[in-house]
């Protein structure tokens, strides 16, 4: 970590901003999150990315920026100004693209749209998770 480089900085809002319309087409239920569940989403991402190394933060920095900006080509508008289905068309593309880091992109971004969301203590007790630290063990 270089000096002065805060590891627990919020997520910049163009970030927040593709975050959230990717969060739309990936887990369609985050529709019904207020404010605050926004905000619990985004401090469960943050933390889950305060760890991870300087280079891998920048280079989903990058790829936001890319989920953002690649759609103008096609369909003339940013991502995250997209209607419903044109993102989940474009998400596809990125998810079935034939370059394996662009894949891995989307792959990565899935999963913290999953984390923010299933991720929240409210959401999991609402879908009846209930995992245990001790995993199988503790159904015996």
């Known amino acids: 970590m270089r000096d002065g480089e805060n590891k627990t900085a919020a997520l910049p809002a ?58 103008v080509l096609r369909y003339r508008g940013r991502f995250s100004s997209l209607a419903p289905e044109q993102r989940a068309q474009f998400l596809s593309w990125l998810e079935n693209h034939p370059v394996l880091l662009v894949r891995n992109g989307f792959w990565g971004l899935r999963a913290l749209v999953l984390l923010g969301y299933y991720g929240q203590p409210e959401i999991t007790r609402e879908i009846g998770y209930a995992a245990h630290p001790r995993g199988w063990e503790a159904r015996r």
């Open 14 to 71: 163009s970030a927040r901003r593709v975050l959230r319309a990717a969060a739309g087409a990936i887990v369609p239920e985050t529709a019904t999150l207020d404010e605050p569940g926004w905000a619990e989403f985004e401090r469960l991402i943050t933390l889950t990315l305060r760890d991870r190394p300087a280079g891998l933060r920048r280079r989903l920095h990058l790829f936001l920026r890319a989920v953002e900006w690649l759609p």
